[in-house]
Nanobody, 125 residues
Framework: QVQLVESGGGLVQAEDSLRLSCAAS????????MGWFRQAPGKEREFVAA????????YYADSVNGRFTISRNTAKNTVYLQMNSVKPEDTAVYYC??????????????????WGQGTQVTVSS
């Protein structure tokens, strides 16, 4: 069975940093594109960042570009989201997702085959 488990969320203050982790099991990790999405209360789930397995390309939402960094440790089957200079607007449940289709669009939720349960990030002002 395939599992994605997020961790690292919590309560932080504006301008702080934290790192989210997504541990994957049951899949060939280096053959999947990995993405991060988030969903705030009352809002739709939105794209945050993605790492393409086929080309190694990295994608970021405009709202986080320059502040967040996505990375992968293949040996640990783990993908990370480094969050710097966080803002109250970053408050959301953050979800990790895995994409097995080489020709998919990484910013679209429909491109992903597996999802984690999410981890809560709360940023206070």
């Amino acid at each position: 069975q395939v599992q994605l488990v997020e961790s690292g969320g919590g309560l932080v203050q504006a301008e702080d940093s934290l790192r989210l982790s997504c541990a994957a099991s049951g899949l060939t990790f280096n053959r999947y594109g990995m993405g991060w999405f988030r969903q705030a209360p009352g809002k739709e789930r939105e794209f945050v960042a993605a790492l393409s397995w086929s080309r190694g390309s990295i994608y970021y939402a405009d709202s986080v570009n320059g502040r967040f960094t996505i990375s992968r440790n293949t040996a640990k089957n783990t993908v990370y989201l480094q969050m710097n200079s966080v803002k109250p607007e970053d408050t959301a449940v953050y979800y990790c997702a895995a994409d097995s289709a080489p020709g998919s669009v990484p910013v679209r939720m429909t491109s992903y085959d597996y999802w984690g349960q999410g981890t809560q990030v709360t940023v206070s002002s």
